[in-house]
């Protein structure tokens, strides 16, 4: 069974960085694509990146694309997102789910995801 446990959400002021972690179980990356979510207070989930785990080809959302990037270790089963230049428009509970499938292409916007992890608050302020 999929797990999928994320961390590093946190207080950052804005213009700051955070690298969130999201640690897989029950599967490993290879076979896999991670998307990165967010749901801000009073706004619906949006997809903001994803990264293919066998090539590591990364995709963005306009938004975050130049600010964030998504990477993968496959040795410790754990995907990142290096968040840069925060906003306070960012926060948000962040959430990243797998997808199961060997491409070389993601949609950051495609959210029919197999399993989903619980989510990190990221709140960006001064």
């Known amino acids: 069974q999929e797990q999928l446990v994320e961390s590093g959400g946190g207080l950052v002021q804005p213009g700051g960085s955070l690298r969130l972690s999201c640690a897989a179980s029950?599967?490993?990356?290879?076979?896999?694509?991670i998307g990165w979510f967010r749901q801000a207070p009073g706004k619906e989930r949006e997809g903001i990146a994803c990264?293919?785990?066998?090539?590591?080809?990364?995709y963005y959302i306009e938004s975050v694309k130049g600010r964030f990037t998504a990477s993968r270790d496959i040795g410790l089963n754990t995907v990142y997102l290096q968040m840069d230049s925060l906003k306070p428009e960012d926060t948000a509970v962040y959430y990243c789910?797998?997808?199961?499938?060997?491409?070389?292409?993601?949609?950051?916007?495609?959210?029919?995801?197999?399993?989903w992890g619980q989510g990190t608050l990221v709140t960006v302020s001064s």
């Open positions: 789910a797998a997808d199961r499938g060997f491409r070389d292409y993601c949609d950051p916007r495609y959210a029919g995801m197999d399993a």
């Open positions: 029950g599967f490993t990356l290879d076979y896999y694509v």
């Open positions: 990264i293919c785990g066998d090539s590591g080809n990364a």
